[in-house]
């Protein structure tokens, strides 16, 4: 059963940065498909940026291009998602998510979430 646990949320100015990391308790790390996802109360979930297997391809949902990147650690068992340039609607919390390349192609596993916050 994978788990997984957010850190590096938190209080930002605007244009400020924020590093979140996902860490993975599993022994097969490059089998899953790892993604961002972020939801504020009473809105839609939205997608914010995913990673392959490998770590070679990204994609990115369009609010988000270009300011955040979303990198992994195969040896750590972690994903980052790097974030520049905040805006206060970037305010939310995010969400780390994950499925098995192998099997399945819809987020099965969450973490927790992390709230992040940034002032205008």
């Known amino acids: 059963q994978l788990q997984l646990v957010e850190s590096g949320g938190g209080l930002v100015q605007a244009g400020g940065s924020l590093r979140l990391s996902c860490a993975a308790s599993v022994l097969t790390f490059s089998s899953y498909v790892m993604g961002w996802l972020r939801q504020a109360p009473g809105q839609e979930r939205e997608f914010v940026a995913r990673i392959n297997w490998s770590g070679l391809r990204s994609y990115y949902g369009h609010s988000v291009k270009v300011r955040f990147t979303i990198s992994r650690d195969t040896a750590k068992n972690t994903v980052y998602l790097q974030m520049n340039s905040l805006k206060p609607e970037d305010t939310t919390v995010y969400y780390c998510?994950?499925?098995?390349?192998?099997?399945?192609?819809?987020?099965?596993?969450w973490g927790p979430g992390t709230q992040v916050t940034v002032s205008s």
């Open positions: 998510a994950a499925y098995d390349r192998r099997t399945g192609s819809r987020y099965d596993y």
